[in-house]
Structures are given as structure tokens and as C-alpha cells.
């Protein structure tokens, strides 16, 4: 089975397609393997794995952490979901540009942003699973987020009348962002 790289975007995003197997009992695939991921400039070490279920027109993000730095390869398992991810990196030449793509369980897509970027989706069906893999563990000390409205960054989100988290509406702005000190640990 063949995993490929299907697009690649902002200097190191990459969108993955899966090769899948289809009949009327199914399908199957792989979504990982650490010598295919390694063969196409993929990590192929991935310490955490996280999944989580939001309703329609919930917005999580903009979400980042640098110490550990933490890649993510995200998929959609149910429903289907606007995946985004920002450069952050100073000194890169696609800092504060956006990337965004529908992934669902359908079309099984796979987008991976490392370190440097923020990430975050919203959701479009009733309800979606997203799962990612990361390449860090979780550290509440060392992550943080960007406001997802952020003019500065001009997604064009999917949808109106967000859902957010509390923590999501008072997130920094990109420009406070690239203020802060920590952000001299992201660059290009």
C-alpha cells in the first residue's frame, strides 16, 4: 500500500492521501508507516496521539506549542472538517500565510504541519472526529494560540457564527504573537 504526498503548501505543510482499498464490505488502509513517511521527508516518530469530537460550526484553534516542538498529522475519522494551518516561523517566506483544506472521512486526506505552524478546523458536518499525531508531548507551559479571526491572517473560514471556547476568544493576535520572546523559538 502507497501513502503520497498529494500536495505540498507554505514551505513544509504537506496534504497526504492514503492509498485505500474499497468493496462492498468496506475499506482499508494505511495511514501511517514509519518507512513510507521517512521516504517522503515525513517524520517517522510520533510520540502522543489525540482525538477529539466537536459539533457543527465549532472552531478550535489557533493552536501551537514550542518546547517540545510539536508537528501534527491530522485526519478526519467522521464527518468533515475546514483543516487550517498558519506559518509562524520568523524568517520564513510564507510567515502569516494560511493554508486551508475540507478533510473528511471520505475523501481520508491527511494534512501535516510541523513545528511552526498553528493549527486549528472548523467543523461543517452535524458533528466530525478529528485525530492527529504528534510529533511532542503536550506542554501547558510552553503553547499557545492565535485569535482564529486575526485580520492580519485573513482566513477565510467556512462558516458564521463560530462556536469558540473561552480560551479561543481571548487568544493573542498574530502581531502579539511575534512580539513575545518565545516566538524567537520558531525560525525558518
Request: aromatic letters at 12%.
Amino acid at each position: 500500500m502507497q501513502i503520497k504526498v498529494e500536495s505540498n503548501h507554505l514551505n513544509g505543510l504537506k496534504v497526504i492521501a492514503p492509498e485505500v482499498f474499497e468493496d462492498d464490505r468496506g475499506f482499508f488502509m494505511e495511514t501511517f508507516r514509519s518507512d513510507q513517511f521517512k521516504e517522503l521527508g515525513l517524520p517517522d516518530k510520533f510520540v502522543q496521539d489525540n482525538h477529539s469530537k466537536s459539533a457543527k460550526n465549532v472552531v478550535r484553534g489557533l493552536h501551537f506549542q514550542w518546547q517540545p516542538p510539536m508537528g501534527k498529522l491530522m485526519r478526519v475519522t467522521y464527518g468533515k472538517a475546514f483543516l487550517v494551518a498558519v506559518d509562524i516561523r520568523k524568517g520564513s517566506p510564507t510567515l502569516g500565510k494560511w493554508f486551508g483544506i475540507e478533510v473528511s472521512a471520505e475523501n481520508k486526506k491527511q494534512v501535516w504541519a510541523p513545528a511552526g505552524f498553528a493549527r486549528g478546523f472548523c467543523v461543517l458536518s452535524d458533528y466530525a472526529e478529528i485525530q492527529y499525531k504528534c510529533t511532542g508531548v503536550y506542554s501547558n507551559k510552553c503553547e499557545s494560540g492565535i485569535l482564529w479571526d486575526d485580520p492580519d491572517i485573513g482566513i477565510e473560514w467556512p462558516i458564521n457564527n463560530p462556536i469558540l471556547s473561552g480560551k479561543d476568544e481571548k487568544a493573542q493576535t498574530f502581531a502579539q504573537w511575534l512580539e513575545r520572546p518565545d516566538s524567537d523559538n520558531f525560525k525558518y
